[in-house]
């Protein structure tokens, strides 16, 4: 059975860092692309981040780009976000994805970041 | 505003059918990328309810069916269940690879 466990998440102030982490099973880790979603209160759904299997192609939604960065562990079957300069609208909860052929077929259960002061 | 154009809501009777459309463009949908589309239950997170435009994952109802063509795409679900209650959300690829979702359709069953 797929899982994904995010963790990491919690209230930070603006300009604060944050990083987000998610443990994957029951599925080759190291073979898989990865995604982050995120969802701000009531809101839809945004695309955060991708990155490939290796490491070596990472992208980002313009919104995070300079601040955000993905990144990945095969060794320990573990996803990572890394957020630097938190802005308010970067309140939501962040969600970890199994992504390949252009979807995004497993979600973890999300975690909530908040940005106030 | 989000870069696929959905209806903020639908709703229907139990038993009858309801239909979400996905507008897109010429730099995503139009451009070749396939649809998908997610189910969020209350309080949940998304499930993968259809791929690769008309795809059904193993354990999703073939009440649930979907179609693509051109610019747009739409989710049809026939049958209409109280436990289809939920949001749906569109979503593809820009030909930057950037993902891209719809705004989602809020589903209330009468």
């Known amino acids: 059975e797929v899982q994904l466990v995010e963790s990491g998440g919690g209230l930070v102030q603006p300009g604060g860092s944050l990083r987000l982490s998610c443990a994957a099973s029951?599925?080759?880790?190291?073979?898989?692309?990865m995604t982050w979603v995120r969802q701000a209160p009531g809101k839809g759904l945004e695309w955060v981040a991708n990155?490939?299997?290796?490491?070596?192609?990472?992208d980002y939604v313009d919104s995070v780009k300079g601040r955000f960065t993905i990144s990945r562990d095969n060794a320990k079957n573990s996803l990572y976000l890394q957020m630097n300069s938190l802005r308010a609208e970067d309140t939501a909860v962040y969600y970890c994805?199994?992504?390949?052929?252009?979807?995004?077929?497993?979600w973890g259960q999300g975690i909530l970041v908040t940005v106030s002061s | 505003q989000s870069v696929l154009t959905q209806p903020p809501s639908v709703s229907g009777a139990p038993g009858q059918r309801v239909t979400i459309s996905c507008t897109g463009g010429?730099?995503?949908?139009?451009?070749?990328?396939?649809v998908h589309w997610y189910q969020q239950l209350p309080g949940t997170a998304p499930k993968l309810l259809i791929y690769?435009?008309?795809n059904r994952p193993s354990g999703v109802p073939d009440r649930f069916s979907g179609s693509k063509s051109g610019t747009s795409a739409s989710l049809d679900i026939t049958g209409l269940q109280a436990e289809d209650e939920a949001d749906y959300y569109c979503?593809?690829?820009?030909?930057?690879?950037?993902?891209?979702f719809g705004g989602g359709t809020k589903l209330t069953v009468l």
């Open positions: 994805v199994r992504s390949g052929d252009y979807h995004f077929g497993y």
């Open positions: 029951g599925f080759t880790f190291s073979s898989s692309w």
């Open positions: 990155i490939n299997e290796d490491s070596i192609k990472k």
């Open positions: 010429s730099s995503n949908i139009g451009a070749g990328f396939d």
């Open positions: 690769g435009n008309n």
């Open positions: 979503q593809s690829y820009n030909s930057d690879f950037s993902a891209v």
